[in-house]
């Protein structure tokens, strides 16, 4: 049950991060959080493939064509959001280096903890600074544009339900390969839904406070306005 709802939770994040990309002209995930996980679902659906292909495998097929859809809308949109000097030929390199970087780093997870501890290990830490980064999107942006309280939502119970699965319902049986790592785990998405509640949090008093700057005589234009735009 809570992989079933961690699996729709995730969906609904790449899908509305596709939605509201689309719509803002922008990039809904930061894109440090989005090159790990594109790595993170191609390397284990590849792998999924090659020991035999499962449910898991399928959906993480499955996010890897999201998240395709979502690196486009970044090489798309990214560019305008950056300073002058970066060219396009800059941009490029740039874009190149982070994408390899998210492969490299979930290959050593690979080679170093095998295919079981380095596909939650990685997970839960890109996952960590997912959280963080949304946080500084959203102060870079100043405001919601390219953001929303679905995908903020979403992330946080797509996390917190595996946090509960791995980190004290499967670490709680004495003969459970993960039982060692369960505190680990269950530390790091704990960390999460810190960040992830605090996301949330300032989300909700962005939009409370562009409704009251609208409200009030002279409002309505400006940045508050825009980021009022911005939310669904």
């Given at each position: 049950?809570l992989?079933?709802v961690?699996?729709?939770?995730?969906?609904?994040?790449?899908?509305?991060?596709?939605?509201?990309?689309?719509r803002?002209?922008?990039?809904?995930m930061?894109v440090?959080?989005?090159?790990?996980?594109?790595?993170?679902?191609?390397?284990?659906?590849a792998?999924?493939?090659r020991?035999g292909?499962?449910?898991?495998?399928?959906?993480?097929?499955?996010?890897?064509a999201?998240?395709?859809v979502?690196v486009?809308?970044?090489?798309r949109?990214?560019?305008?959001?950056?300073?002058?000097?970066?060219?396009?030929?800059?941009?490029a390199?740039?874009?190149?280096?982070?994408f390899?970087?998210?492969?490299a780093?979930?290959?050593?997870?690979?080679?170093?903890?095998g295919?079981?501890?380095?596909?939650?290990?990685?997970?839960?830490?890109?996952?960590?600074?997912?959280?963080?980064?949304?946080?500084?999107?959203?102060a870079?942006?100043?405001?919601?544009?390219?953001?929303?309280?679905v995908?903020a939502?979403?992330?946080?119970?797509?996390?917190?339900?595996?946090?509960?699965?791995?980190?004290?319902m499967?670490?709680?049986?004495?003969?459970?390969?993960?039982?060692?790592?369960?505190?680990?785990?269950?530390?790091?998405?704990?960390?999460?839904?810190?960040?992830d509640?605090?996301?949330?949090g300032?989300?909700?008093?962005?939009?409370?406070?562009?409704?009251?700057?609208?409200?009030?005589?002279?409002?309505?234009?400006?940045?508050?306005?825009?980021?009022?735009?911005?939310?669904?």
């Amino acid at each position: 049950m809570l992989t079933l709802v961690s699996g729709l939770a995730w969906t609904l994040v790449y899908v509305e991060a596709v939605r509201v990309g689309f719509r803002d002209r922008t990039y809904a995930m930061p894109v440090a959080a989005l090159a790990l996980n594109l790595a993170w679902e191609a390397v284990y659906a590849a792998n999924d493939v090659r020991t035999g292909l499962s449910p898991q495998g399928v959906v993480n097929l499955v996010w890897c064509a999201a998240d395709l859809v979502i690196v486009y809308t970044y090489l798309r949109y990214g560019r305008a959001e950056l300073p002058a000097f970066v060219t396009r030929p800059v941009f490029a390199a740039w874009s190149a280096l982070v994408f390899a970087t998210g492969f490299a780093v979930q290959l050593l997870f690979l080679a170093h903890f095998g295919a079981h501890d380095a596909s939650r290990y990685a997970a839960f830490l890109q996952n960590l600074l997912m959280s963080g980064l949304f946080l500084g999107l959203y102060a870079a942006r100043r405001g919601p544009r390219g953001q929303s309280l679905v995908i903020a939502v979403a992330k946080w119970l797509g996390t917190l339900a595996p946090t509960v699965l791995f980190g004290v319902m499967e670490g709680s049986g004495s003969g459970s390969r993960s039982g060692s790592g369960s505190g680990f785990v269950l530390g790091l998405g704990a960390l999460c839904s810190v960040f992830d509640l605090v996301y949330i949090g300032l989300l909700v008093w962005g939009r409370g406070r562009t409704e009251v700057e609208a409200a009030s005589p002279g409002g309505g234009g400006g940045a508050g306005a825009r980021g009022s735009e911005a939310l669904p």
